[in-house]
């Protein structure tokens, strides 16, 4: 199990790596996160949703992603709560405080999963949630030394020195911990060297003196992460292409902005991330609104920063909008929520942008899909995860067919365009297809390839920095 000293060490990207490395060497190889925080989805081949960073991992293993690599996912919808999805499934709405007091319940379902997933291959690589040093949450813990305790699983410890401090992350972990969590480490590593890694020599000396832990390697920087997918909204950043520009409002609860990451590594195309309080810039080709967990909320902020004018101004300047889930409900007239599912119960007046009205549900849809994009033909790959059905005169513009069904709206003069269909950036010829219509100039990348390329070259940069052979030799057999 890698778990960190603290968040965002890198842990899901280590985690890949190994999947690769591993399965590389000839093992069947599966991640598995007990518990995950986020809004970034992804829709399993068993029909259920787990976080898009075991997704990942689980193409780096060369596994389909299945619900038990993921067992309980949290999606924050407010400040203080989140939707708790187990084995694939919603099952609650919870606030913090009560989620602590239900936490317990959900070990015997992850617990289930673990050993379900075991059983299918040589190698179980566990990911971490947070840090084990929040010693606050020990109680009743799913994620990190309570998992790690009840399934018997020795724990890898990750320090990242380059946000400063790696030493007391790792050694003040080992103060807090009580002497059984303590005692369940079995050697740490260090995450994103810059530089000559000598010069740590007498770090990992003290840490090993001062935690009696095996240093298991020093891992240098890995410029080449940013071509992984990201899953936590912290990882969204600006990319700088040439020529053309797509706008991206970063909403409060913005979900599933994996349909980013093939625009980002398109070298002609530069990916604006637009904060709050910061205008729509006036030179976009392209506003592209994502998906939200909460998509009225979210709606109210868009308008609180003035994005609502922005876009008005960009669409009168000759631009082009894209709406992709909770962002195509946006550019309707109107959002229902007659049972209150998002808050409460009425409508909430859209940006006006597709005459469409959509009506929210509480049945979720969560589906792989496969789509033809209308326009030239091209064949379009991608996912639905969703509440609410929309409908209205602009559905009778659809621009995707799926199993013979239209999908998405039209304006009347095409600048305007909205589905409900993630991902589907990631399909190559739609990719080329779209950029070209709008005036850019696409690289005919393979996006898949590279994404492969980059795990292959995260292995070989593990391989070449980790000791994997004591790494292996380290794990134990599923009781």
């Not at 929040?134 to 009743?140: F, M, T, V």
């Not at 309080?277 to 967990?293: E, F």
């Not at 909008?321 to 409460?344: F, N, S």
Request: proline letters at 6%.
């Amino acid at each position: 199990m890698i778990q960190g000293a603290g968040s965002n060490v890198g842990k899901s990207v280590v985690v890949a790596g190994l999947a690769r490395a591993f399965n590389a060497r000839g093992l069947r190889v599966a991640p598995f996160k007990p518990q995950n925080m986020s809004n970034n989805a992804a829709v399993t081949v068993d029909g259920g949703e787990i976080g898009r960073a075991q997704a990942l991992q689980a193409r780096a293993a060369g596994r389909d992603p299945v619900v038990d690599m993921n067992p309980v996912l949290l999606k924050p919808e407010t400040d203080t709560g989140a939707q708790v999805i187990v084995q694939g499934q919603r099952v609650a709405t919870l606030k913090a405080r009560d989620y602590a007091q239900a936490k317990p319940r959900l070990l015997g379902p992850v617990l289930e999963s673990f050993r379900r997933l075991a059983g299918s291959c040589d190698l179980v690589v566990v990911e971490g949630a947070g840090s084990p040093a929040e010693i606050n949450l020990r109680a009743g813990d799913i994620a990190n030394m309570g998992f790690a305790e009840a399934a018997d699983v020795p724990v890898l410890l990750v320090g990242d020195i380059d946000r400063g401090g790696v030493i007391a992350q790792l050694v003040g972990t080992h103060a807090v911990l009580p002497a059984e969590d303590r005692d369940r480490i079995v050697g740490f590593a260090v995450n994103k060297f810059r530089g000559d890694v000598t010069l740590f020599d007498e770090g990992l000396r003290e840490i090993t003196e001062r935690t009696g832990w095996a240093s298991i390697g020093v891992l240098p920087w890995f410029p080449d992460a940013w071509r992984l997918p990201a899953e936590d909204v912290m990882d969204i950043r600006s990319f700088e292409g040439d020529g053309f520009k797509v706008a991206v409002p970063r909403l409060n609860r913005i979900a599933n902005f994996d349909d980013l990451d093939p625009l980002s590594s398109e070298p002609g195309v530069s990916v604006e991330i637009i904060e709050a309080d910061r205008p729509l810039p006036g030179d976009a080709d392209l506003v592209l609104i994502p998906g939200s967990k909460s998509t009225i909320a979210d709606l109210k902020h868009f308008r609180a920063q003035g994005w609502d004018i922005d876009l008005a101004a960009h669409l009168r300047r000759g631009g082009h909008v894209l709406g992709i889930c909770g962002g195509y409900q946006m550019l309707g007239r109107e959002i229902i929520d007659a049972d209150g599912l998002e808050g409460p119960a009425g409508s909430t007046r859209g940006l006006g942008h597709l005459d469409i009205v959509t009506r929210m549900q509480p049945e979720k849809r969560l589906s792989l899909t496969d789509a033809v994009y209308l326009p030239t033909g091209d064949p379009v790959t991608g996912y639905e995860i969703h509440l609410g059905e929309t409908e209205g005169p602009d559905c009778a513009r659809p621009w995707l067919q799926v199993a013979g069904r239209p999908m998405g709206a039209s304006s009347a003069d095409g600048r305007v365009l909205g589905c409900y269909l993630h991902g589907l950036f990631a399909s190559d010829a739609f990719r080329t297809a779209y950029l070209k219509g709008l005036g850019g100039a696409p690289s005919g990348m393979d996006y898949g390839a590279m994404v492969d390329t980059t795990l292959d070259d995260l292995a070989g940069h593990l391989e070449a920095h980790m000791d994997l052979d004591t790494l292996l030799s380290l794990a134990r057999p599923v009781r």
